[in-house]
């Protein structure tokens, strides 16, 4: 009997300690996703409005061209 | 001309609007910092060159600009277009920052104004063309800007 009390004892100090460790873990996990995630969001917004400014360029300029000749 | 410099203040608050928009995220990496700056400098030197780009089609049809000079300048705005979308393109692929930087810079290089625009910034006759040469002298200061901004 004071084996299995002093067994849960143990095992319920196990699960405070690592608690904070896990839950700490998971927070820097989960905050590393959301900043990965909204970088790759952002580059791509960034991207895509490039590529569209200079496909437009571009056909704008072929247009033109297209008059003159 | 007043109708053409208030357009002008118009596209320059838009495209510092756009900028202001995209912004950076948190707790980025040096080299995340590095291609994000890089991605902004891009979309913006894009931005700045469809403007450029409009006014100078539309100041021709106006008559405003000889046909061998809107040659010129489309030809630098597609060229500017082209050396911007390589650029996107490498920033977009899988290449590691290291070797992608250099690159990067060799493209922004390509944006330069070419010596046959170097006099457009000199006294201009035609006080319709003032907007654009400043437009086109402003690309070129963002481009030395964004170089400097990537290292």
């Known amino acids: 009997m004071n084996a299995f009390i002093i067994l849960i004892t143990k095992g319920a100090e196990l699960v405070a300690t690592l608690t904070p460790v896990a839950s700490g873990l998971a927070a820097s996990i989960k905050a590393l996703l959301e900043s990965s995630g909204e970088y790759t969001v952002v580059m791509k917004q960034l991207t895509d409005a490039a590529t569209d400014a200079n496909a437009e360029t571009q056909q704008m300029i072929d247009e033109w061209m297209a008059e003159q000749a | ?151």
């Open chain 2, 1 to 151: 001309m007043k109708l053409m410099k208030k357009r002008a203040a118009l596209a320059l608050a838009c495209i510092l609007l756009a900028s202001c928009a995209a912004k950076q995220p948190v707790d980025m990496t040096p080299a995340q910092t590095a291609q994000f700056r890089a991605a902004q400098s891009l979309a913006t030197v894009a931005e700045l060159n469809r403007g450029i780009t409009t006014s100078t089609i539309k100041l021709n049809q106006a008559g405003s600009l000889s046909n061998a000079l809107t040659t010129d300048i489309l030809g630098y705005c597609r060229q500017v277009a082209i050396a911007d979308q390589l650029a996107v393109d490498l920033l977009a692929s899988p290449e590691p920052w290291l070797t992608k930087a250099p690159k990067l810079l060799a493209y922004l290089d390509l944006l330069r104004k070419p010596a046959s625009l170097a006099n457009f910034n000199q006294p201009i006759t035609n006080p319709a063309l003032s907007p654009l040469a400043q437009s086109i002298g402003a690309m070129d200061t963002y481009i030395v800007a964004a170089k400097g901004a990537m290292k």
